[in-house]
Nanobody, 117 residues
Framework: QVQLVESGGGLVQAGGSLRLSCAAS????????MDWYRQAPGEERELVAG???????YYTLAAKGRVTISRDNAKNTVFLQIDSLKPEDTAVYYC???????????WGQGTQVTVSS
């Protein structure tokens, strides 16, 4: 099993920045990639960015330019830097691990990001 714990959310003014963290523990060899998703009230959960175990990154079109995903392999931690925050970035941000081979995917509990105008 893999356990994921997100942190770093909070209340921030528009134009500000946040750095979210996702610490993975357990059977981390089962992880092929780590993703960040977000879910705004009344909306479906959507992919924001991801990073593979090899360090390749991918972003959704909406996130590109304001979002940077990175990882610290030694700490099994993935980060999501969000700059120039907008009120529409308000959502619960979730970390997800993509299972390698026959390993399942896992989700963290989420961290709330609220952007005030």
């Amino acid at each position: 099993q893999v356990q994921l714990v997100e942190s770093g959310g909070g209340l921030v003014q528009a134009g500000g920045s946040l750095r979210l963290s996702c610490a993975a523990s357990g059977d981390t060899t089962c992880i092929s990639a780590m993703d960040w998703y977000r879910q705004a009230p009344g909306e479906e959960r959507e992919l924001v960015a991801g990073i593979t175990s090899g360090g390749s990154t991918y972003y959704t079109l909406a996130a590109k330019g304001r979002v940077t995903i990175s990882r610290d392999n030694a700490k099994n931690t993935v980060f999501l830097q969000i700059d120039s925050l907008k009120p529409e970035d308000t959502a619960v941000y979730y970390c997800k691990s993509d299972g390698a081979d026959k390993c399942p995917d896992y989700w963290g509990q989420g961290t709330q990001v609220t952007v005030s105008s």
